[in-house]
């Protein structure tokens, strides 16, 4: 191998280590589609530590979204209640559900994130 040659290939190696130190390491955005089939209003938090939205939807609207790749900690409200989801690992295209209030939980499609509100029995006139 002659100098050119060797020359030649590690400007190549330092070009592609450089343009890969320059890319963020989560730069991947994903499709987000949420549905609110619920009556009320419904409102969801993502925090991570570079990204952070926040939704709001009225009862029987479809909005799609694009959000960054990454962990969050997802917060949801609706139905009068709180859902919290520790950690939520973003990395692929999702669709929030949110079924009408007081709904049982009979899906379990792939990339359907449901969220189903705990039904409130706090409804006793003693």
Request: aromatic share 16%; net charge positive; glycine share 4%.
């Amino acid at each position: 191998m002659n100098k050119r040659s060797t020359f030649i290939i590690f400007s190549i190696f330092l070009v592609s280590f450089l343009l890969s130190a320059a890319l963020p390491a989560n730069s991947w955005r994903y499709p987000l589609t949420i549905k609110n089939n619920t009556h009320t209003k419904v409102f969801i938090k993502l925090e991570a530590p570079k990204a952070f939205y926040y939704f709001k939807l009225n009862p029987g609207v479809t909005k799609k979204y694009t959000i960054k790749g990454t962990t969050y900690k997802a917060t949801f409200w609706g139905c009068y209640s709180k859902k919290i989801i520790k950690k939520w690992e973003v990395n692929r295209k999702y669709k929030i559900l949110f079924p009408v209030c007081n709904a049982q939980d009979h899906g379990n499609e792939m990339g359907v994130l449901r969220i189903i509100f705990p039904r409130d029995d706090d409804d006793d006139d003693d």
